[in-house]
C-alpha cells in the first residue's frame, strides 16, 4: 500500500522550480515582441502601400513619361511592382546588387524599347538622339553588306572579234568573209561550211580514194613503159 501510494505521489506533476517559471516568462516575453514586430511590418507595409498608391496616381496624372524611384528593398519594390499593376502601369527594376536595386516606371504608351532597357541595365542615361544614330549606323552597314554579297562578277567580253583580229594580214573584206563563211564546230573547231555540207558515206569516200590510188598507179606505169 506504501509503494502504491509512493508511485502515485511520484508520477503527478511536481510543482515548477524557480528556473522553470523565469523560462516560461521569457517564452512569454519572446512571443509577445515577435507579434508586436510582426503588427509593425504589417503597419509600415500598409503605410508604404499607401504612399506609393498616391505617387503612382500623381504620376499617372502628370505629363511626365517616366518616374524613377531611389534604390530600395525588396519588400518594397515588390509593393511598388504591384501597385504599378494595378494602374495600368509598366515597371522594371535595375541595378547590378541587391543594395543598388531601384524601380522604374513607365506609362504605358511609352514603355520603353528594348535598347531603351539595355541601356539601363548597363547603368547608362538613355539618349533617343545617340540611339537614333546608332540604329543608322546599324541599318547602312547591314545595307553595304547586304549590297556587297549581291555583286556578281562582269561578263568577260573578248577585247576584238575575228574579222578585227585578222584584218592587216588578210585584208578587211576578206577577213569579213572569212568571218561569215565559218561556223563553229563543238568537237574541232572551226571548219569551213562546205565540208560540213558533205552528205557522203565513209565507204563511198573511201572507195573515192582508192580509185585516185589505181589511176594514179596506172598513169605511172604508163609514163614509165614510154620512157624505157
Request: hydrophobic share 30%; glycine share 4%.
Amino acid at each position: 500500500m506504501a509503494d502504491l501510494l509512493g508511485s502515485i505521489l511520484n508520477s503527478m506533476e511536481k510543482p515548477p522550480t524557480v528556473g522553470d517559471k523565469e523560462s516560461r516568462r521569457k517564452a512569454r516575453e519572446q512571443a509577445a515582441r515577435l507579434k508586436k514586430m510582426a503588427e509593425e511590418e504589417k503597419r509600415q507595409k500598409a503605410a508604404f502601400r499607401k504612399k506609393m498608391e498616391k505617387e503612382v496616381s500623381d504620376f499617372i496624372q502628370d505629363s511626365s513619361q517616366k518616374r524613377k524611384y531611389k534604390p530600395m528593398g525588396k519588400i518594397e519594390r515588390s509593393i511598388l511592382h504591384d501597385v504599378a499593376e494595378v494602374a495600368g502601369l509598366t515597371s522594371f527594376s535595375f541595378g547590378e546588387d541587391e543594395e543598388s536595386r531601384y524601380v522604374m516606371l513607365f506609362k504605358k504608351e511609352f514603355a520603353p524599347s528594348d535598347e531603351e532597357l539595355e541601356a539601363y541595365r548597363k547603368g547608362e542615361d538613355w539618349d533617343p538622339k545617340l540611339a537614333e544614330q546608332r540604329r543608322r549606323v546599324k541599318e547602312m552597314a547591314a545595307l553595304e553588306e547586304a549590297t556587297s554579297s549581291q555583286k556578281t562578277k562582269p561578263e568577260t567580253c573578248p577585247n576584238s572579234n575575228y574579222k578585227d583580229k585578222y584584218s592587216h594580214l588578210i585584208g578587211t573584206s576578206a577577213a569579213k568573209d572569212a568571218a561569215h563563211t565559218l561556223e563553229a564546230n563543238r568537237t574541232y573547231g572551226c571548219v569551213p561550211v562546205a565540208n560540213k555540207r558533205d552528205t557522203r558515206s565513209i565507204e563511198e569516200a573511201m572507195n573515192e580514194i582508192r580509185a585516185k590510188k589505181r589511176q594514179k598507179q596506172e598513169d605511172d606505169t604508163v609514163a614509165h613503159d614510154s620512157t624505157s
